[in-house]
């Protein structure tokens, strides 16, 4: 049986006559704040919206199992079996799937959908069972329509191959016509449903007609079940490979990285450097040698490749042969200036001293 609270906060069991009024209150109010939410301009993650969709769920979840123990549905029976009144709780898996969906836990986004899942397929094979509708079953399990992919040594998927073969062309090909079909009958139903609401909803219905407004909500609803379906199973298998390249980057070793080098200036002597350093004293510099020194220390140079005896013996050559040419320099300047010496003094015997200096000539 279930239970109601009483003024004191202890839960008493309901009677039959008033369990039946409180499931078709309890329904009303879950309809009614999917309805709110679904509609709502507030953002889905706030506090004030996640509230109401937790709030529809009990509520929904509640009158799910009033419907269990009252056993109002039964596959031994037929649609035109069911009462007109009782034609509304076939909804009850297909609102607590919506409302599911409205969840925006991102830690629990895989549980949230694949519970979603589970009660669209609930209520997909009940309308099945009634033969409300031509469709076909969705799979019970997400495992069973989602291939996955096979995780290789270093933990990340494999890369398939993909090949298209004629059948596969048609099935994309009936898979797409059904899609468009399906939207179609959607739009037509929701045109009809918008006509019948308004008589419901002003009290003039009689039973034929509340009951072609519940059918029609029922049928509008296949139609959005097997869309979210194909959602959903999208969707988890995104996270599925989600969670495959979070594993996978977790066992990867991690590399240990050079240590940062500090900033310079790279100077030409001793000189630009200090005076660099005098005008930037929180920058580091170095000159060129300085440079080199650190960096052949560290082996980060590439090698030359010129062997290291071969460039002294070549440095030797030619410190030689430049000692021989400032030696010769030195020979021939002394003979020059010797001449020069030798030519003044001939000179001087020749003129005497202020001659030719006629500047001072009165």
Known sequence: ??????????????????????????????????????????????????SRVKRGVDMLEEASRMVAQLDLFSRNEELEEIATADLRYLLLPALLGALHMKQTSRDKRLEIVQKARAYFVDFLRRCHDYNISQFELPPNDTNESTVHEEASDNGYPKAKSVSVNPSDLIAMGAKRQSKIERYRQKKEIEARLSDVRRVVESGQADDEVSRDFYLLNVRRWITVCLEEIESIDQEVEILRNMDVLK????????????????????????????VFGAGYP???????????????????????????????EEDTDATDREEEEREKKVENDEEESLQKARNWD?????????????????
């Open 282 to 312: 929180s920058l580091p510099t170095m000159t060129v040698d300085d440079w080199y020194e650190q960096h052949t220390k560290r082996e980060v140079l590439p090698e030359q490749g010129i062997p290291k005896r071969v460039v002294v």
């Open 247 to 274: 594993q996978g980057a977790a066992k990867q070793p991690t590399q240990q990285g050079r240590h940062p080098m500090k900033p310079f200036i790279l100077t030409r002597d001793a000189v630009q450097a200090q």
């Open 1 to 50: 049986m279930a239970e109601s609270d009483n003024c004191n906060g202890a839960r008493q069991p309901l009677n039959l006559e008033s369990e039946i009024f409180k499931l078709s209150d309890i329904l009303d109010r879950g309809w009614n704040i999917f309805e709110d939410v679904d509609s709502t301009t507030e953002p889905l993650g706030s506090n004030s919206v996640q």
């Open 346 to 362: 001939d000179w001087k015997d020749d003129h005497r001293r202020g001659y030719g200096n006629r500047q001072n000539m009165g």
